[in-house]
C-alpha cells in the first residue's frame, strides 16, 4: 500500500520499527507526498513531546505547503519600464526610473520567513538588524535573504543560502513548505518571501556575518496581525495611494522598528498562517499594467 510505503519511508533513525508513529501523523505525511516536500528527520525530533509541538509544527507545513500564490504578472516591470515619461518613480524615492534604468534594472531576490515554536507555544520568526555600514537599508531589521546567484535552484535555495550566509541558519534545519506572491522593493528589486519551518529550534547557533548583521532576533509572527504597537505613513507611488506599516518591538533591552516591505511581508505571511487579516487596514500600493 502507499500510505505504508510512505509511512516506513518517514521513520526516524532512531525509531523502533515495532513502535507505530502517530496515527495522526499519517495524512500529514501523505500530504508532504503529494506536496513533494522532503521529509527530514529534524521533523520528528520532537514527536514524542507531551505538548505535542513537532506535530503542531507538521500540521501547520502541512496547510502551508498547498497554498497558492494569486497570480501575478511576471512581465509587469516591463511594462513599467516602457512608461518612459518619467512620470514613474521607484517606492520611497522620487528618482525617475527612466533616469537611471540600470539602478533599477530587473533583479530577483528571496527572504526567509523563517518560523519556529517559541518556549510558550507561540509561532516565532526569526528577524535580523542589518549593519550599519551597508550601503542600502542600514542598521534597519529584515528577515535573513539576498539576491538570486547562479546555482540557486529556486527562491527556497536563495533563501536558505543567504540565511547561511548571514546568521549560519544551517539549511538542513529549515523546510520550506509554501512560496508567496512577489513584493517589490523601492529599486524595483523582485522579492520573493519564502515560508520554512525550523522543527529543531534549538539546533540553531547563530553566528553572526559581522559585515551584513549586527543582531539576530525573534518576534511573534501573529503581532502583525494586530494594532498593537502600530503605527503608519502615508505614501504614493504612480498616483496610487498606499500604507506603510511600523512596528515599534522590544525584547530584552533592546528596542527594534520592523516596517516597509519587511512589515509588509510578514503581514501577509501572518494573514496566511493564521488564516485571518490584520486588525487594521493594508491598502498595498497597486501595480498598473498598461
Not at 547563530?206 to 501573529?222: I, S
Amino acid at each position: 500500500m502507499a500510505t505504508w510505503r510512505i509511512e516506513m519511508a518517514c521513520i526516524p533513525a532512531n525509531h523502533s520499527n515495532k513502535e507505530p508513529l502517530p496515527a495522526t501523523l499519517l495524512p500529514i505525511l501523505i500530504n508532504f507526498y503529494k506536496c513533494k516536500i522532503p521529509l527530514t528527520h529534524a521533523m520528528f525530533m520532537d514527536s514524542s513531546n507531551s505538548n505535542g509541538g513537532s506535530e503542531r509544527l507538521l500540521a501547520l507545513a502541512q496547510r502551508l505547503c498547498l497554498y497558492k500564490p494569486p497570480p501575478f504578472p511576471e512581465d509587469i516591470l516591463d511594462h513599467i519600464m516602457e512608461k518612459d515619461d518619467g512620470s514613474v518613480v521607484s517606492q520611497e524615492t522620487t528618482t525617475p526610473i527612466h533616469q537611471n534604468k540600470e539602478k533599477f534594472r530587473y533583479k530577483r531576490a528571496a527572504v526567509l520567513i523563517c518560523i519556529f515554536e517559541g518556549d510558550a507555544g507561540d509561532l516565532r520568526v526569526i528577524l535580523t538588524k542589518r549593519s550599519s555600514k551597508l550601503s542600502t537599508y542600514s542598521g534597519e531589521v529584515a528577515l535573513p535573504g539576498g539576491k538570486a546567484e547562479e546555482g540557486d535552484k529556486d527562491d527556497g535555495d536563495t533563501a536558505k543560502r543567504e540565511a547561511m550566509e548571514e546568521i549560519g541558519l544551517d539549511p538542513e534545519l529549515v523546510d520550506v513548505v509554501a512560496v508567496l506572491e512577489p513584493f517589490f522593493s523601492k529599486y524595483l528589486m523582485r522579492v520573493v518571501p519564502v515560508i520554512g519551518i525550523l522543527h529543531d529550534k534549538n539546533a540553531f547557533k547563530p553566528v553572526l556575518n559581522p559585515a551584513e548583521v549586527e543582531a539576530v532576533f525573534d518576534a511573534p509572527l501573529e503581532m502583525f496581525l494586530k494594532d498593537e504597537n502600530r503605527s503608519q505613513e502615508k505614501m504614493q507611488w504612480m498616483g496610487e495611494n498606499y500604507l506603510i506599516h511600523l512596528f515599534d518591538y522590544e525584547v530584552g533591552n533592546k528596542k527594534y522598528l520592523i516596517w516597509g516591505l519587511t512589515a509588509g511581508i510578514l503581514i501577509r505571511a501572518a494573514s496566511i498562517v493564521y488564516q485571518r487579516p490584520p486588525a487594521f487596514m493594508e491598502q498595498n500600493p497597486k501595480f498598473k499594467v498598461p
